[in-house]
């Protein structure tokens, strides 16, 4: 059994599945985030998969801060994704509310709903930015699993 999970992860470390969910971006953030999944900055170069499922997705790409509509929903998504799952918190907003905070219908950043596993801060964040981002998360994984197998 201990093969299969070390085949299991390398392949979500090599191949991570994404979904991207807006929680309540002014947009910025989702343009800058689908500009990476374009051609000219080639995420996929590095495994990385558009998906529009969470029970397929491995990654969940949030931009936007949590309105108090979201909320539910944004909590029933990360819970269909499967185990392991991973939160990327693309823009300010995303990471801390940024100019929406303290607005009346504003919870936060998305760190206040689910757990969070790598910020990438930026009004809005750059595609290097977020492509910066997820490969040292990815990296950062690859060397968990390294020390785990020793």
Not at 110 to 123: E, K, L
Request: proline content about 6%.
């Amino acid at each position: 059994m201990g093969m299969i999970n070390k085949i299991v992860t390398w392949a979500r470390i090599k191949s991570p599945w994404i979904l991207h969910f807006n929680t309540g971006a002014c947009n910025a953030c989702d343009i800058e985030i689908i500009a990476t999944l374009t051609p000219r900055y080639d995420l996929e170069r590095f495994g990385v998969v558009l998906k529009g499922t969470p029970r397929h997705a491995d990654i969940l790409v949030c931009s936007g801060p949590v309105t108090r509509q979201i909320e539910t929903r944004l909590k029933k998504i990360y819970d269909q994704m499967a185990e392991p799952k991973f939160v990327v918190a693309v823009g300010t907003c995303s990471c801390t509310g940024g100019v929406f905070s303290g607005c009346y219908n504003i919870e936060g950043g998305i760190n206040t709903v689910i757990p969070v596993s790598v910020f990438i801060p930026g009004c809005p964040a750059s595609p290097k930015a977020i492509i910066d981002g997820v490969v040292k998360f990815l990296r950062s994984l690859e060397e968990k699993e390294e020390v785990g197998a020793g």
